[in-house]
C-alpha cells in the first residue's frame, strides 16, 4: 500500500471535523491516529484522535474520524500539521498528512 496523499484541511476553531476514510485491501486496523502538531517535530500534540477513541469502524474497510469541539476551542488561530497514520500487524502507513487551517469562530456559545 502506497497511499500517501498531501490534502490541506479547514475547519472553524471550536466546530466539529468529521470525515471518513476508506482503506482498501486492509480490514480490522490494529492502529489508527490522526494527529495534529503546531510543528511536525513537536514533542506534544494539539490534539490526537485514535481508533476507538475519536476514530470509529463505520463498516468493513470504512473509517471515521471525529474532532469534538473542546478540542481546539481554546487553540490559537493559525494553521496545523497534521497526518493519518492506520496500522495492520507489523505494517504502518500514513496515508494523509497536510496543513489543519483553524480559522476564527465567530459565533461562541455559552
Do not use: H, W
Not at 29 to 50: G, M, R, V, W
Not at 58 to 83: H, L, M, W
Not at 94 to 102: A, D, E, M, P, S
Amino acid at each position: 500500500m502506497n497511499a500517501n496523499k498531501k490534502l490541506n484541511l479547514c475547519m472553524v476553531r471550536g466546530d466539529t471535523l468529521a470525515f471518513a476514510f476508506e482503506v482498501e485491501g486492509i480490514t480490522n486496523l490494529d492502529t489508527a491516529y490522526f494527529s495534529c502538531k503546531a510543528n511536525a517535530d513537536d514533542e506534544e500534540y494539539i490534539f490526537q484522535k485514535s481508533l476507538n477513541d475519536g476514530i470509529s469502524v463505520v463498516e468493513a474497510g470504512k473509517y471515521r474520524v471525529r474532532v469534538a469541539p473542546e478540542d481546539t476551542q481554546n487553540i490559537e488561530i493559525g494553521s496545523y500539521f497534521y497526518d493519518l497514520e492506520i496500522g495492520k500487524n507489523s505494517d504502518i502507513y500514513t496515508i494523509l498528512k497536510g496543513v489543519l487551517k483553524v480559522e476564527q469562530d465567530v459565533t461562541r456559545g455559552e
